[in-house]
């Protein structure tokens, strides 16, 4: 999907029919949106012998991104760097087996927290399709940060009577990855604009002391406000 979004936006970019592609050297913008990660398995091994399953919700998700035009008429080309953050204080679920008080083996889900936080600088392209509408592509390497925090729970045994006290923990990694991001802006009185896109991300988190190391990635898809600085 992601290629497939990109491919078209850089033939967009290539049949720009208009003499220059912006009217600015510096662009700031604003986005909000919803992150998909993948749902996936981690390293760690439950009881069972399985690996445990990882499923995220949608993480809200915002950040800034800024445009510095180093050249470029008819295509605008620079440097764009950004961050943003993405956080949801439940609904990351841990599935897997484990051993009861009792020694048998059943199945729970584990309700988490999960932040996430990102620096980016990359290249990006910039291209006017008519005299209010630009497309755009961007990529780049990133630095991120992860955390993630299980709260105390007690689950309770089917058979026999019982619980199993589950201590909080909590769990962080630095990691390096990249970004992808693309979309389309439409002009609004004063040179600003709003728009929509789809961004990409994808990093490698240890969270040694929960789930183990894990991949997270996934397209992102947010609105968009920008204006010249």
Do not use: C
């Not at 690996?51 to 180093?70: K, M, N, Q, S, V």
């Not at 470029?72 to 204080?89: D, F, M, Q, T, Y």
């Not at 592509?137 to 309770?156: H, K």
Request: cysteine-free; proline content about 4%; hydrophobic content about 35%.
């Amino acid at each position: 999907m992601i290629r497939t979004l990109f491919a078209i936006t850089g033939s967009m970019i290539a049949l720009a029919s208009a003499p220059v592609s912006a009217d600015y050297d510096r662009l700031i913008g604003v986005f909000i949106g919803g992150l998909e990660l993948d749902e996936q398995t981690g390293d760690r091994i439950d009881e069972n012998g399985q690996p445990i399953a990882i499923d995220f919700p949608t993480l809200p998700t915002g950040g800034i991104e800024g445009e510095y035009r180093y050249g470029g008429e008819r295509i605008a080309w620079g440097l764009n760097p950004g961050g943003s953050i993405a956080w949801k204080s439940s609904g990351t679920r841990v599935s897997g087996g484990f051993t009861s008080e009792t020694g048998g083996v059943i199945r729970v889900d584990i309700d988490n927290s999960l932040f996430i936080g990102e620096l980016h600088l990359g290249g990006y392209l910039r291209g006017r399709l008519t005299e209010s509408i630009t497309a755009y592509v961007a990529a780049g390497p990133m630095i991120t940060y992860g955390r993630i925090e299980v709260e105390d729970d007690d689950l309770p045994e089917v058979e026999p009577t019982g619980t199993i006290e589950l201590e909080s923990s909590d769990s962080s990694d630095f990691g390096v990855g990249y970004y992808a991001r693309a979309g389309i802006d439409f002009s609004l009185k004063g040179e600003q604009a709003v728009g929509f896109g789809i961004r990409y991300m994808s990093t490698k988190l240890d969270f040694d002391n929960d789930v183990g190391e894990i991949v997270l990635e996934g397209p992102s898809f947010v609105l968009s406000y920008t204006m010249p600085m």
